[in-house]
Structures are given as C-alpha cells and as structure tokens.
C-alpha cells in the first residue's frame, strides 16, 4: 500500500475511535458537572447509546434510552403527538422537539438528545432525501436546541455522522 494513505479497514477504525473520543468527553462534562443523559433514538437504531455504555462506569450519568424507530412508540414511549406527525412527518423539527421533550421527562435527567431521520437507503422523498437527519438536545428548564442534517454516504455513514454531530452536541451544551 502506498504511504500515506489508509485502508478502509484503517478509516473505520479512525472513525470509531473517533465516536469513542466524543463519547468519552460527553461523559467527562456529565461527570464533572454531575448532569445526567437520557437518549431518544429512532433512525440511529440506539447507536449512541451503546456508545455511551462502551464507557465503563455510564451508569452514574446514563439514565437510559428509547429507540422508538416507529410512529407507535415515538407517541406511547416519548409522548410526540399524533398531529404532529401527521402535520410534519416523523423526520422533522417538530418531531425531533417532541421527542427530545419526552426523554427529558420521562427517563427523569438534567439533559436529552434525540435522533430522527431517514439513513436509507429508502424512504427518501425529494424534500427529504435519504440522510435527512433532525437532532433535538434540551437542558431541564431550558428551551430545546435542535438542528437539521444532510448527511452523505451509504446507511452506516448516515447513522454514524448521526451519532457523532448528536455527541458534539451535548458536550456544546455542558459547555455552555
């Protein structure tokens, strides 16, 4: 192989080490500031959790998650509301809002994240094609912060770039 370039092997070992590094500072700032997480995952598929629990010692700032990937248990487990979805779809900004919302209360923590999007490689529409991602972050008795994606790649990329910008975001609001 020549110099300077890497395998896909070796890409994705650097991408994994790198979601283990965002990871490990998330739980660093939640340690450090005695903060508590809970995650509200649909097309991430609980994603962001396992990297969470990877971390030995998640359990004194990781309250838990849900992966509510259908409509269903996006209303029965995070309480988004059916209007909502039918307004505006399940990838969207409202929907991302509701959810985040409803992990902060139900789980019971000082801040939630929340992923809603379509990794593909279906489901895609032209106003939102496939790597359309919203993600909600909220702070008990703050307003929620939530941000819209397009991500590039195959289903895995999707998820993963999902995962990562949904850890950045949280270590933006212990660092706040």
Known sequence: ???????????????????ADAALRAA????????????????TGGWIAKLLTDIA???????GGAVTYSNSLKQKLLGVESAT????GAVSRETAIEMV??????FDTTI?????GIAGPTGGTRDKPVGTVWIGWQRRGSDSVVEGFRFDGDREAVRRQAAAAALRGI???LTR
């Open 1 to 19: 192989m020549a110099q300077g370039y890497s395998s896909p092997d070796q890409a994705q070992e650097e991408s994994d080490r790198g979601l």
């Open 28 to 43: 660093d700032l939640l340690i450090q500031r005695g903060e508590t997480l809970a995650t509200a995952e649909s097309c």
């Open 57 to 63: 010692g998640s359990s004194a700032w990781f309250e």
């Open 85 to 88: 979805l039918d307004r505006h």
């Open 101 to 106: 919302a409803g992990a902060l209360n139900r």
């Open 112 to 116: 939630a994240v929340a992923v809603t």
């Open 171 to 173: 270590v933006k609001i």
